[in-house]
């Protein structure tokens, strides 16, 4: 049988204002690890590993239109088609397997991934088309399907299962249960032909491959906006494979390595891990580049980042979502005490001069309004940090957050909007409500999200604190060392100038979703509609040449 894996990337940065005008449609590289997880398991365990065809994943890097993916898996013929489901893939990659099912009714139609409850209560309703849908590990119950297409075996013995007629029990996959496994190594050809493939064929010629790693599944916390471990558990599960031979054979070739644990540094093992992918040195364009650390050991943090230092990063992520302490519990997200943290990140940065920070904050958080926003930015403006990468809070089903009496404890409201993907969409805005309303446009440019915020605030409030942000990160871009008295003076003055124009945004927003029941992050210029990101960003622009009467893009 002819077996095929599609797991489309995410098309575009979500971050608020971190797009211009000419941002690039393809901006990354990315290898998604599941098809090299599940695809090594089954080559370990399953029993009819070779009388599989298996074709080159697609991860979207060039996709268009739907319909140039459905041509190429009808050529080629494939018999057993596999989706992994992301938030930011799930709407394209539903309608792809809708349409090869109506062309080709005999294909085995598998999708796992994460698939939130939602999807799973609606499945056999709304996704007809779909043979079998595994929720949380994949790895068993897939190991199990594929023997199942050539030998029967009884399928409600599979866990983690759902199809038409039946689900069966979540099962947790524990690694110590099987022989060592390795995701790359275990399928070397593969990777090398895959490799040869990617190079020829990026989606961003200037920029390199980056392959995401994961060694330590699963996350001890549960902050209320995540849904890592699919919001199923809490556990961690440590892989068992030789991950020093598997780096050292990546460490060949020209890939950025982004470890996807979630605390990376919360087992000492992680260090020797980062020392030895370091010590590889002979190839330089192989390079690893660590975005999520411990929440709770910073000492290690910083023992990290020290290591990482030396090897010449600069730029240090800092996952904080707010400064406040209140928010913090309100999210229940494990944290030290902010002053003794900052005092940490302001000794790390005297001993290198030449590091910098970039803090993540999600929007929308119960307990978070323009008064504490502005107090947190002008804690930043002293602490040389470069930018805040500002998320609006999605709704992730499953996590915590996914639950009315969450929601009613904490004043949160939920609201369905639209993002666009593309720099622009030659519509005007009305032209393309009535179309996202009829269903009638292309799901490659326009996504469907849900966020939820905590509506003590108004729209208008809400609006007024992603400006601001995006104000920062320009004037942080421009003067690193603007300082917070004078960023004080700006933001006061940031808004007044955009009052009038919140105050039309939501009333336009409220209307919106009144009449439509969503709301599209875009706006209308010259009869093409463009994403809010980009609009924001120009508004941003003009408050700044009033402010200081130059252009912001002069120099
Ligand atoms: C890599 C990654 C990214 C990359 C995206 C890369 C890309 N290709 O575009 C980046 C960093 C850009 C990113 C961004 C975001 N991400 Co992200 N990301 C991940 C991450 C860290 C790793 C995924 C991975 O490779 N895991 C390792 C593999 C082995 O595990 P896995 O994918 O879960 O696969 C297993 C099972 O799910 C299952 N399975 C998977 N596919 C299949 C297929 C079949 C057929 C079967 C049988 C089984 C199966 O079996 C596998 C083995 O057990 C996950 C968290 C995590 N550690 O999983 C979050 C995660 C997927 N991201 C998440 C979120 C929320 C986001 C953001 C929305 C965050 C934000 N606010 O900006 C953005 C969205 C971007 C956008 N434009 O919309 C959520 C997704 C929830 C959801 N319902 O999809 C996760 C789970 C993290 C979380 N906080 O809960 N992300
Ligand atoms: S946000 Fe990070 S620390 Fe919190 S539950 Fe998710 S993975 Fe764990």
Redesign the pocket.
Known sequence: MNIM?I?????????IGSDDENWNESP?N?????????RS?YKKIGKYYDKYKWFPCD??WHIKNVQGTVDTILKNKIDVL?????????ETQLEIAKLVKEKNPNIKI???????KVTLDNANNRYPFID?I?Y????K??QM?LDSFYEKIDEKTIPNLLTKNFKTNYEF?KFEDYPPFN?ILDLKDTFIEDYAYWNANKANPEKGV?M?Y?RV?GCPYKCT???????LHNKVNVRQGDWKEEIKFLSNYDIIL?P???NFGIYEEDIEFLKYALSLTKNSKFRIFI??YTKLQKERVFRIWEEEYQYGKKIFRVSLQSMHEQVLANIDRPEIPWEKHKKMLIDFKEKHNDICYEVEI?HGLPGMNIVNTMKMLLEFADMHIKSVLT????L????PADNKSYQEKHNLKVYEHR?I?VTKINKNLDDLYNDVASDNYNVIEI?K?NSIYDSTITFNEYLKILYLMVMNNLILDKYPNFGSSKLDKFFDFTLKYIEKITKSQSNDWEEKLKQYGFIIFGFSHNNKTIPFDIYCRKICKNVYQQYFGEPYDNN
Request: hydrophobic share 45%.
């Open positions: 894996f797991a489309l990337q995410a098309k575009k940065n979500i971050r990354v990315f290898i998604l690890l599941s098809y090299y997880h599940l398991f991860y979207g596999c989706f992994s489901m992301y938030l930011w893939n799930s598998i999708i796992g991934g994460h698939i939130g079998y595994i949380g590990e994949g790895e119950a897939f399907l996959f995701p980056v995401f994961n599944r906006f995540c849904a890592w471990g699919g919001g982004i996807v644990d979630a975005q999520n999600i998320f609006t809070w999605r992730l089903e499953n996590s993002e993907m996504t999200e």
